[in-house]
């Protein structure tokens, strides 16, 4: 086969305007993204920040009380917060901050720990799903705020948590899935368009911890990965039957949502329990391939990048290698917190001081490229709380919030 020159000057040209386009922006439509990871797939983000921080594009200050992270859909930000009373669906825009609707979702949730919700809502469509401190879940209509349906976890045999329902719902399909814990089901799965319920997992009936379903696909089966106090499992999602299972030596709050790559699922938790991981084989065995106390991450998350994990394990930050279990190096001068990544870069909050650093995702050790601290802070926050929400990369911002603030920052490339 033959080209003409003409022919191929223009298909350099062609490459080449398309290599110079900018790095299309992506939603973030869920707690951790669309695939609950908390790594973005963006790219074309600063590798490193200017003295100061990067710009901060806006600032809301009456987001009420809550850690409930941002969601962001077609210009929209969805997060929850207190208002008048009650907790609320907030609906910004992502681009200015300005407010377009507040939601009332439920009474606020009371705890010595910091009062209000703690889930992030879900986007689907035109429909936003949110589930309250309380327990309350709630579909709303995102052109004019109406509530469609509401379904309390009580109803479905939950019995409130000791901080709260914490979970962010996720919507998989038809279905919208949420773990109120108990005997008629610790995970129920939803119509999305009706509230009402198409399953619950009848042959698993552990109380509600504070961990977020995943969906996934295993060995071929589609399935929901979730997590509670002493067991890590996975059920069916056609019909909610349990899978396979795995004990796992939780205690006090198991907070950090699971991580499944192709069959092979890892867990962490806090209060000394330490990480776990394995692998599914066909025919639903669990096969254990490794269970130590390298990562030990209490509730700011863990990332899974390339082959290594990354997240904070008291008493500081770990590289873990995903495959072995092994750690890779350990940096203990930057504090406790959360983390999410983009475009091969570490964005960790630290939750007592408010410093925000940009480290490269590295296995040779931390290499920080840039910092600042949030200014202001908010003055309401409860005397046990800390800055505990996820940050958040999407269309080339960081979104940041410490309770009725939440902060927006260009950290696109030039």
């Not at 589609?222 to 999602?237: C, H, M, P, S, W």
């Not at 509730?299 to 995903?322: E, K, M, N, R, S």
């Not at 600042?372 to 960081?398: A, N």
Request: charged share 20%.
């Amino acid at each position: 086969m033959t080209s003409s020159p003409r022919l191929l000057t223009a298909l350099l040209s062609l490459a080449t305007f398309t290599a110079a386009l900018p790095a299309k922006g992506l939603d973030w439509p869920q707690w951790r993204g669309p695939d609950r990871t908390d790594v973005s797939k963006e790219t074309g983000l600063l590798k490193a920040w200017p003295a100061g921080g990067p710009k901060r594009l806006w600032l809301f200050e009456n987001a009420g009380n809550g850690y409930s992270g941002p969601a962001i859909v077609a210009g929209k930000l969805f997060t929850l917060g207190t208002r008048g009373g009650n907790e609320i669906l907030l609906i910004l825009d992502a681009n200015t901050g300005k407010e377009l609707n507040a939601v009332k979702l439920s009474a606020v949730l009371d705890n010595d720990w910091g009062d209000g919700p703690r889930g992030t809502p879900a986007v689907d469509g035109d429909r936003v799903y949110a589930l309250s401190g309380p327990g309350n879940l709630v579909c709303v209509q995102i052109a004019d705020g109406k509530v469609l349906w509401q379904v309390t976890m009580k109803s479905l045999g939950g019995e409130l948590p000791k901080w709260g329902y914490t979970e962010s719902v996720t919507v998989d399909g038809n279905k919208v899935l949420c773990t109120p814990g108990g005997g008629k089901g610790a995970v129920a799965a939803l119509d999305k368009m009706t509230g009402k319920v198409i399953w619950q997992s009848k042959e698993f009936t552990e109380p509600a911890h504070y961990s977020s379903i995943v969906p996934a696909t295993i060995n071929g089966e589609a399935q929901y990965v979730q997590r509670t106090e002493k067991d890590v499992f996975g059920l069916r999602a056609s019909d909610g039957k349990l899978l396979w299972q795995t004990s796992f030596p939780g205690r006090t709050a198991v907070i950090p949502t699971p991580i499944v790559k192709g069959n092979e699922v890892y867990v962490t938790a806090g209060y000394g329990s330490g990480c776990k991981m394995v692998r599914i084989e066909p025919g639903n065995k669990v096969t254990v391939v490794y269970e130590n106390k390298v990562m030990k991450n209490h509730h700011g998350g863990v990332v899974l990048i390339g082959d290594h994990l990354y997240g904070h394990a008291d008493p500081g930050w770990v590289c873990q290698d995903f495959k072995t279990g092994e750690s890779v190096w350990m940096h203990r001068p930057f504090g406790k917190g959360a983390v999410g990544a983009a475009d091969g870069m570490l964005y960790a909050v630290e939750e007592v001081s408010g410093a925000v650093v940009l480290v490269e995702a590295s296995t040779t050790g931390w290499k920080e490229t840039g910092r600042f601290t949030l200014d202001p802070q908010t003055k309401i926050r409860s005397s046990r709380g800390r800055i505990w929400t996820h940050p958040v990369i999407s269309h080339g911002k960081l979104y940041l919030r410490d309770q009725d603030l939440i902060y927006c920052y260009d950290v696109k490339a030039p």
